[in-house]
Each structure stands twice: as C-alpha cells, then as structure tokens.
C-alpha cells in the first residue's frame, strides 16, 4: 500500500477511536440516547463540514494547477513564436503538479531569453543611435517591440561592426587631412577665413560630424590649398630657374648669392616676394650687360645644337646667334630658342641618348681600329694589347646590336610622330651606313698601300739584296751553303714590276750598286763572286722573316671577317 492509504486508514483509526471513548465518557457522564445522537450528529457535521472544506481546499488549488498549465501553454507558445523556437513538447503520463512544474520552468527560461534579447536589443540601438549621430546616417530599422532573433541580433552586431570601421576610417582620413591642411596652411601662411575652415582648425576631433559631405568638403579644401601650394611652388621653381641662369649669365659672385640663399627653398608668399625681387634685380642687371648674356644664351645654344645634332644648316637658320646688335628683343629671342631646344630635347632626350652611345661606340671602334694596324703596338709591356683586342672583339659584336636597337628605335618613334627623324640633317641608318662604307673603304685603301710598299720592297731586295732590319744586332755571317740560299720567286713579283727590271733579273745582267757592300753570303774580302745565270736573294733571318709576317698581319687584321655585311 501507498503510504498515504496507510496514513488515511490510520486516520479512520484515530476516528473511531475518538468515537468510542466519546461514547465511554457520555455513559459514564449518563447521557442520555437521544441526547448521544444530538452529540453524535454534531460531531458528524463538525467531521464533514473540515473534511469538506479540506476537500474544498485540494479542489481549488487543483483548478488553479490547470489554470496555470493552460496559462502556462499560451505563453509558452506566444514566447516560442517571438523567439523563433520549436513548441514545448510535454511528457506524456505527467500528473498535473509535473506538468505544471515543467511548464512553469520553460516558461522562466524563455521569458528570461526574451529579456535578454530585449536588453541587448536596447543596448545595440544606443551604441547605433551614437554612430549614426557621429556618421550622420540613418539608424538601422528593427522593431523595437518585437522580440528579435538570433540572425537578426546577428546582423544587428555585424551592422554596428561596419559602422564602427567606418567611423574609424573616417575619423583617421579626418585627422590626416587636418593635418595635410594644417601643414599647407603654414605653408601659405593662409588663415582660416570660413566657418567651416575654422571648425576643421579648431573643433575637437571627436566632437565633429564624420559625414561624407563633411569629409567631401574637407578633401576639397586640401585639395584646394594643394593646388594654390603647387602653383606657389611651380612660380618659385620657375624664379629660381631664371634666378640661377642669370647668376651663372651674369657671373654673380658667391657672397651675393648667399643674401638668397634662404629663399632658395620653400614656396610661401614670403618667399616668392623675395624670389621675384632678386629676378627684377637681375633683370636690371641683364640689361646692362646684355651682350655677356646674349653671348651666354648662344654658348648654351650651342651645347644643345651638338646634343640634339644639328647640322650647319639648321644652325644657320636661326639668324638672330648671327646678329651683332645686342638689344632686349635680340636677348628674347635667343631665350625662346633656347626654350624650344631645351623642350625638344626632353621629348626625345632618350633617343638622342641611344645616338650619342652609337657614336662614342663608333668612334671608340675607329681607334681601336687604328691601334690594331700600328705595328708599334707590340713594344706594349703594360698587358694594353690584350684589353684593346678583347674590347675590339665586344665591339664587334656589340655595334651591330646597338644599330639594329636604334633601327627600331627609330622606327617606333617615326611611327609615333608621323615624321622622319635626322641627325645632322640627314636620316641616321643612312649616316650609319655612310660612315661603315667609309671605314671599308679606308680599309681597303690601307690593304694597297700594304700591298704596294710590299711590292716595291721585293723589287728593292730583288735589285740591291735584302738589308737587315735591325742594324742595333750584328749577325753572324756563316759560311755559304746550299741550303741557305733560297731561289727568287718569279711569281712573287707583282704585276706592277717594269718588264725590262724583270728582264734583266732573269738574263743575269744585274747592275752592282756603287756602295760598298760586306762579302754576300759570308765570303771573303776579296773574293770574286761571280754573277749566277738565276739571281738569288740571301735568305732573311727569323727575325725580319716574322717582322715581315707582323707587318703584314697587322695590316690585314680584319681582311677575312665580316662585319654588318660588309667584307672587310
């Protein structure tokens, strides 16, 4: 049995056993029948009227559990609606004081869930209402009476993250432009004369309005200020251009530049006022001096006339570089021609760079050039010849790509400008090529001559015998043997020889020259020689044998190479 069946039977007990000792007392009282049933009936109603209110009570707080679990159901689903939840599923079998626990509990929790959303709700629109009030924007919109949910909490906190950055943005791009304005301000030595300048100046950072139409107008300012700080900057560039030709024109002493000096930097009105004083000084100056400074002009005319390679012709066409009355107007034009030139070569400064490198190449090429022919150049102990062939050899092979870069050069900027590009008044590949020819040609030239002094020197040891070279060395005459003597070559004499010379070296009717002569061949003082039928030459030592051959390498150094086409 439950306990409480055991309780209820033990309280049927305690009944009848107050029953009972009721009716011992009342016989031993001697009460009488009817008067016990009076007693009893009382006692019964008493009994039935607490019972009944007992039962009265349980009934009521019964009815007061249902009502809760019913009040308990609707508010859990209004709040399981408003929180986005799933519905409160109940225990089946569950009596009513667990069912209404339960419910009461849920209940309690999501009503605590719905406060804190609500709380936080409430706190991210204050931190919302501050930024849009710094940002000048529109609060995000949520309902303020509807619970959110976890999404939309969400996107509230990511919308206040972006508002955040974007207050920190422009509140850094604020304080760099104040800054910026500030600086260009001193610079100026502008004052602020708006209101909106003075607010920028003065007003607290923090407490300025961040909107895109504040931080517009900010931007515009600077840029404002900016640009009044170039063009300030672009007039004391241009005054200290003009300040400095007229010192170096006019040959200004050192110690009265200094008194400008401090101004040589900067560009505030200070400074620009000073600038434009010391030029209008000048000015006056160059006027009595106009003709050192028209002489001046014309020197640095001529340096940019040589860097942009103009011809005679072109120099020529500028009339006033001839004119001998120096005047203002004449100093004018001088200076505008200068202008145009400095212009000019600015433009295509990169190409006449390139032309320039050919050049010095080129030129650097011709002396190599000359040294390799000079048979001098073998007395060198300094290890000079070996760097001259090795730069000769790069020149090579450098010159034939540097043209083939400037050919293309060329081509793009002509394509670019729709006009031919000259140099020295003529097209540059054909002043390239003339200028090879030429070499070639002297090349050539200098073979014949080679060929020529060689010829002419056969027919002089032919005719007189062979000399030796190197008077400073006695050489050692041995006797006359077979081997040593070497026979005259007819084919070695060139076509140029007289017929009769050749006619009288082959018949052996040679003329003996009336110098003394020391014995031929290392005969004796005194000999007879006699007068072979074939004349022959003694045989040159080693030594003039290889000055012989060097003489003739050094003139034919390039005679089998070929160069850009060219056979050499």
């Known amino acids: 049995m439950r306990k409480s069946e055991v309780l209820a039977a033990e309280s049927v007990a305690c009944l009848n056993k107050a029953l009972s000792r009721l009716r011992d007392i009342w016989e031993e009282i001697g009460i009488l029948e009817h008067q016990r049933m009076e007693r009893t009936e009382v006692v019964k109603k008493h009994i039935k009227s607490l019972l009944d209110m007992m039962i009265a009570e349980e009934e009521s707080l019964k009815e007061r559990l249902l009502k809760n679990i019913a009040l308990c159901r609707k508010e859990l689903k209004t709040l399981c609606q408003e929180l986005n939840l799933p519905s409160f599923e109940e225990k089946e079998n569950s009596t009513i004081l667990e069912l209404e626990s339960a419910l009461r509990t849920r209940l309690k929790v999501l009503s605590k869930q719905k406060d804190e959303r609500m709380e936080e709700v409430k706190t991210l629109k204050k931190q919302e209402q501050d930024l849009c009030d710094i940002l000048c924007k529109k609060p995000y919109y949520i309902d303020n009476e509807a619970v959110p949910s976890l999404e939309e909490l969400d996107q509230f906190r990511q919308h206040l993250a972006a508002l955040t ?69 672009a007039i004391c560039t241009e005054l200290r251009s003009k300040i400095t030709a007229l010192w170096d024109r006019l040959q200004i002493p050192d110690e009265d530049r200094d008194a400008i000096t401090i101004h040589m930097t900067g560009s505030k009105p200070t400074t620009i006022k000073a600038l434009q004083t010391e030029l209008e000084r000048l000015d006056e100056l160059k006027l009595q001096n106009i003709k050192q400074v028209v002489q001046k002009v014309r020197t640095e005319l001529t340096v940019y006339w040589d860097k942009c390679f103009y011809n005679e012709e072109q120099r020529k066409n500028f009339a006033p570089f001839f004119d001998e009355e120096y005047s203002e107007d004449l100093l004018y034009q001088h200076d505008a021609e200068l202008l145009r030139l400095k212009q000019y070569y600015e433009v295509h400064k990169e190409l006449f760079e390139s032309v320039q490198k050919w050049e010095e190449s080129w030129k650097l090429y011709l002396d ?201």
């Open 165 to 233: 950055a974007e207050k920190d943005c422009r509140k850094a791009e604020f304080i760099s432009t104040k800054r910026q304005i500030i600086l260009c301000m001193e610079e100026l030595d502008h004052l602020p004369d708006t209101s909106f300048e003075r607010d920028v100046v003065s007003e607290d950072e923090e407490a300025i309005c961040l909107s895109t139409e504040n931080i517009a107008a900010l931007k515009q300012l600077l840029h404002q200020l900016e640009e009044q700080k170039s063009k300030n900057e």
């Open 368 to 568: 190599l050039e000359r040294k390799a022919t000079d048979p001098n150049r073998f007395t060198n102990r300094g290890g000079n010849l070996l760097k001259e062939e090795k730069q000769r050899a790069k020149l090579q092979k450098s010159l034939p790509k540097l043209e083939e870069e400037l050919k293309a050069h060329i081509e793009a900027w002509e394509q670019e400008h729709e006009k031919e590009f000259f140099v020295n008044g003529r097209k540059l590949m054909d002043y390239v090529a003339e200028q090879w020819e030429l070499h070639h040609q002297e090349k050539e030239k200098e073979k014949q001559e080679r060929q020529m002094k060689k010829t002419r020197q056969t027919e002089e040891e032919m005719l007189f015998g062979s000399v030796p070279k190197t008077p400073g060395k006695r050489r050692i005459l041995g006797p006359t043997t077979p081997s040593k003597i070497r026979k005259l070559n007819t084919t070695s004499i060139s076509s140029g020889t007289s017929n009769s010379t050749i006619r009288s070296a082959i018949s052996g009717t040679l003329c003996r020259s009336p110098i003394s002569r020391p014995p031929p061949l290392g005969g004796k003082p005194g000999q007879i020689v006699r007068t072979p039928h074939v004349i022959k030459t003694p045989k040159k030592g080693p030594l003039e044998r290889n000055k012989e051959n060097m003489s003739q390498l050094n003139g034919t150094a390039l005679s089998a190479r070929t160069f850009r086409g060219f056979k050499i």
